[in-house]
């Protein structure tokens, strides 16, 4: 697609559900980032893929959290018996991937999560 | 860990003012972005610097690499209502593999009265 899409761009749940967030990222880009935001903070990094695979997911905080990317396109993240300091802006972005970039990312709009 | 300090946190100033917005650190990155991010959208990109001493300017925004690449400043000009927003800089750790994450400073929330 023209740019990076995300849905739900709002879901409100109750505490012990789960949710899922999905990102459609930049067609042809082979690079996907989680990241979490909280209000008027900065970003916080989740996971990465290069294709399919999640080379860093150290900044997952705990076991409830997990993505998945398929096809090299759509991504998922999964967060298991939500808890209310999950509640936040999950973002996601893409780039290209290729040798020459340096490090530019293009974001969604997010999807705004809320674990009442 | 690779920490980005951006300060100040908060900024409100009239109209026609000038700022400077400043990101530092204590490791090199291998380029710098910043990033403007509206209420309810994500951060949309404004420049990458990527050479040390490097200076880029986009209309009134001027943007700064410092000579070690561990620290960057944006500059506003004659600031304007439409300025208004959260400014983030972000670091990457390499241009070539491209492998990883950025990291991102707290940001700068921008307000410009009219």
């Known amino acids: 697609g023209a740019g990076v899409s995300q849905s739900p761009s709002n879901k409100v749940t109750e505490k012990g559900k789960d949710v899922e967030l999905r990102c459609d990222p930049i067609?042809?880009?082979?690079?996907l980032y989680w990241y979490r935001q909280s209000l008027g903070q900065g970003l916080e990094f989740l996971i990465y893929?290069?294709?399919?695979?999640?080379?860093?997911k150290s900044g997952l905080p705990s076991d409830r959290f997990s993505a998945e990317r398929t096809g090299g396109s759509v991504s998922t993240l999964t967060i298991q018996r939500t808890q209310q300091e999950d509640s936040a802006v999950y973002l996601c972005?893409?780039?290209?991937?290729?040798?020459?970039?340096?490090?530019?990312?293009?974001f969604g709009e997010g999807s705004r999560l809320t674990v009442l | 860990t690779q920490l980005l300090e951006q300060s100040p946190q908060f900024l409100s100033i009239q109209e026609g003012e000038n700022l400077t917005v400043y990101c530092n650190s204590s490791?090199?990155?291998?380029?710098l972005q910043w990033y403007r991010q509206e209420p309810g959208e994500g951060p949309v990109l404004l420049v990458t610097v990527v050479t040390g001493g490097e200076v880029k300017k986009l209309k009134r925004l001027t943007f700064q690499f410092g000579d070690a690449r561990k620290d960057s400043s944006l500059h506003i000009t004659a600031a304007q209502p439409g300025d208004t927003g959260l400014y983030l800089c972000a670091g990457a750790r390499s241009i070539f593999s491209n492998a990883g994450k950025s990291t991102f400073g707290d940001g700068t929330t921008l307000t410009v009265k009219p």
């Open positions: 067609s042809g880009h082979t690079a």
């Open positions: 972005a893409s780039s290209s991937g290729r040798r020459s970039n340096t490090g530019e990312l293009f």
């Open positions: 490791s090199v990155f291998s380029s």
């Open positions: 893929f290069q294709g399919n695979s999640a080379p860093d």
